[in-house]
């Protein structure tokens, strides 16, 4: 068991966002979160990041406390949104940037990035432009492309697919399948077809409450459907 | 149309977010502007006595046509750097079914809404009602008026296509300023005289009043010039600044401190690659001349350090002051990327310290022209310089701690108010206070060395402490984290 989640509660004012009483995450899964709007998504993924703090409850990450410790960091690499990018820097110097966190060279940050040449379709290394000058498909490239770099154990992303191609949507399902076994994934994502394609579990949410939790199999994605077009 | 577009622009400003977020900002905004209002009205009110007591020898018409011309260059310097353009509020109204031809209308009333063109106002119109209407009667008044009117709408519109055509560069405003002291020295020697070719065009003006249409054509030309420009470029990706090529760069001289390093590296990309902050940065370097205001032989005679510490705190530490005031905020827009990636809390506090070191070293150095002044005053200036590294960086990031307002640093410049809560206000007390304070006491027994050295020792014995404050900031920064995540993320 990698996370563990226990009484989580987010509360707004008198609304109640995120209530999660129990899920544990197991080593190399990879878990899909679905849910519509407003069903408490990101405020999950961003206490499970010590972003928000938690009205009630904990989050473990190999059994310490996000918020008392910052362990987790050396192994949770994470891209919520475009926040998350320094936007002012060029992808070269944030790839550099980041890689250095996690004590990479800049010769190892530029092998790991050649293979990526592909991923890129050539429109990111290389082109003069600070990341904020980016599409936003482009930007969210970098931000998994540097989420992924970290090699980490945990990986979290939010809604990675939207704003994304069609070739790239694909591209990123085969890099998060041929990751699967060694890293603990978590994503959100609105599209049924790729999370059922990716996730070998799903987590459905919604207002806040976990209403399922299992394993996919040929039939989730109907089940998935049915449930939503109720 | 002209009007529903301008109603949309004042709910605009009336329901940005960050207007009416602090009533306190609000007051003293309108504070400051009354306070110029005054100051304008007050030099135009007061023109005749001004221009009497600086050109003693000479009739004040003269000298009022004498600056005329000098008072519109200043204003175009000015406004190249300074005036906003018009451009983005009319993106969402391009693809609807608006004629053209209404919307360059639009921008060009829009661009007259600026304080540049309220100032003229205040200041040369008292003069021409209560000078030059009585020595040359209505008619001339009135052309002196369409004149000076006819020269802030050609300034306004100059700058503008200037600003469009993308041929300004900050750097041009030193050399605009270069040019302006030069020609001023050349008046002061008496070698090459603007005054008296200004007063020559209004003398000629005076003699011929219909020379005064000179003005109003130019101003129009501009205009239609200006106009033409939009109507053939109006492309918003055009119009907005052009985009150079942009390169990694890396800082070597910061390597050697590590991760630390690194993020003061980050930080001083953040402060370069932004037009707001790259405007804080050249504000800095003109309240180096603040000096001149403060440092009065007498007060360096009298050894009246007191009243001299307070120029000496603001001119060292300007980088710790302004870029200080808002601290964290500047990385509002990837703060959460800070916290979620491998960042010791503590190395990015020490990078903060580390730049403002960095800052108010440089400022200090450069400071240091006022030896010429008197040598005592680096003596002075070394006291502050201690106080501002050691106490004044503890006091600002404290402060920044409590800040929780987001700043879009994308957002243009000058004017900007955004992020400023009434904490920056505040900050200047405690700053400025403590070492006055602690100079006083030696003041008054008249010991003034012995007050400067009392300052130094203070800001030594901080800057020794800084292992314990960089630890003291931290503990409350990890305290605060979540309110200011949750701040910037508004």
């Known amino acids: 068991m990698i996370l563990e989640v226990k009484n ?21 899964e990879t878990v899909g979160l679905v ?46 949104d475009e926040g998350f990018l320094i936007d002012y820097l060029t992808p070269e110097e944030y790839f550099i940037f980041i890689g250095g966190l996690h004590d990479l060279s800049v010769a190892d940050v530029s092998a790991y990035l050649t293979q990526y040449g592909e991923f890129f379709n050539g429109e990111i290394l290389n082109s003069g432009k600070y990341i904020r000058d980016f599409s936003k498909g482009n930007q969210v490239k970098v931000g998994i492309a540097a989420a992924l770099m970290q090699k980490p154990e945990i990986l979290i992303l939010d809604e990675p697919f939207a704003n994304l191609d069609p070739t790239t949507q694909i591209r990123l399902k085969n890099l998060l399948k041929a990751q699967s076994g060694s890293m603990t994934t978590f994503i959100s994502s609105h599209d049924l077809n790729h999370v059922t394609d990716v996730c070998n579990r799903i987590i459905l949410v919604e ?24 | 149309m002209l009007s529903t577009f301008l109603s949309h622009q004042r709910k605009s400003f009336w329901r940005s977010r960050n207007r009416g977020s602090s009533i306190a900002t609000q007051i003293v905004l309108g504070f400051f502007m009354l306070y110029f209002l005054v100051l304008a009205l007050g030099a135009g009110f007061g023109m005749a006595h001004l221009l009497k007591y600086f050109f003693p020898n000479q009739d004040v018409i003269k000298s009022f046509n004498g600056i005329i011309l000098y008072y519109f260059a200043f204003d175009f310097i000015m406004r190249v750097q300074f005036q906003d353009l018009p451009t983005l509020s009319i993106v969402p109204y391009l693809h609807l079914r608006i004629k053209k031809s209404k919307i360059i209308g639009f921008l060009n009333v829009k661009a007259l809404f600026s304080a540049f063109n309220l100032w003229p106002f205040f ?47 900050t750097w041009y405003t030193f050399v605009g300023f270069a040019l302006f002291a030069g020609f001023a020295a050349l008046d002061y020697y008496k070698i090459i005289s603007i005054m008296a070719f200004s007063d020559a065009v209004f003398q000629a003006i005076a003699a011929h009043p219909y020379y005064g249409f000179i003005f109003p054509i130019a101003a129009f030309g501009i205009f239609k010039l200006n106009a033409d420009f939009l109507r053939k470029n109006l492309y918003v990706e055009e119009l907005s600044s052009k985009q150079e090529k942009k390169v990694s760069t890396d800082y070597a001289f910061l390597n050697r401190f590590g991760r630390v390093g690194e993020l003061a590296a980050l930080e001083l990309k953040l402060i370069l690659r932004h037009k707001r902050s790259r405007s804080s ?65 503590k190395d990015y506090i020490k990078a903060k310290f580390l730049l403002f070191t960095i800052g108010a070293t440089v400022i200090t150095l450069l400071a240091s022209f006022y030896g010429f002044l008197s040598p005592k005053l680096l003596l002075l200036h070394i006291a502050a310089y201690l106080y501002n590294i050691g106490f004044g960086t503890v006091i600002v990031l404290y402060l920044a701690t409590l800040n929780y307002k987001r700043l879009d640093i994308n957002k243009a410049a000058s004017f900007n108010y955004q992020g400023t809560g009434a ?48 630890n003291f900031i931290t503990a409350k920064f990890e305290k605060q984290r979540y309110k200011i995540a949750e701040g910037f993320r508004e």
């Open chain 1, 8 to 28: 989580l509660k987010k509360v707004y004012g008198d609304k109640t966002v995120v209530n999660i009483e129990h899920v544990q995450i197991e080593q190399g």
């Open chain 1, 35 to 80: 849910g519509n709007n407003g069903a408490g998504k990101t405020t999950f993924f961003r206490m499970l990041l010590d972003l928000i703090r938690p009205s009630e409850g904990e989050i473990l990450s190999k059994g310490e406390n996000v918020m008392q410790s910052d362990n987790w960091k050396n192994y949770t690499a994470s891209f919520l």
């Open chain 1, 207 to 230: 207002k806040g409450i976990v209403i399922k939790d299992f394993k996919t199999d040929e039939n989730t994605l109907k089940e998935l459907e049915s449930y939503f077009s109720a």
């Open chain 2, 123 to 169: 200041i040369f119109l008292p003069f021409c009602f209560m000078k030059i209407a009585p020595t040359h009667g209505a008619l001339l008044t009135i052309t002196y008026i369409v004149s000076i009117f006819s020269l802030a709408v050609f300034n306004n519109y100059l700058a503008l296509y200037i600003k469009r055509k993308s041929i300004t560069n």
């Open chain 2, 281 to 345: 940065l050249i504000l800095g370097f003109f309240f180096l001349f603040y000096g001149f205001i403060f440092y009065k032989e007498k007060a360096i005679d009298r050894n009246a350090f007191g009243q001299m510490m307070f120029a000496a705190i603001f001119m060292t530490g300007i980088s710790i002051i302004i870029y200080g005031q808002f601290m964290f905020a500047w990385q509002s827009a990837h703060f959460d990327g800070i916290l979620a990636n491998k960042i010791n809390f």
């Open chain 2, 423 to 470: 904490t920056q206000w505040l900050l200047m007390f405690p700053y400025a206070l403590t070492p006055i304070l602690l100079y006083l006491p030696f003041g008054i027994m008249n010991l003034p060395y012995w007050g400067l050295m009392v300052v130094s020792l203070f800001g030594l014995i901080m800057l020794l402490m800084r292992g314990f404050w960089v």
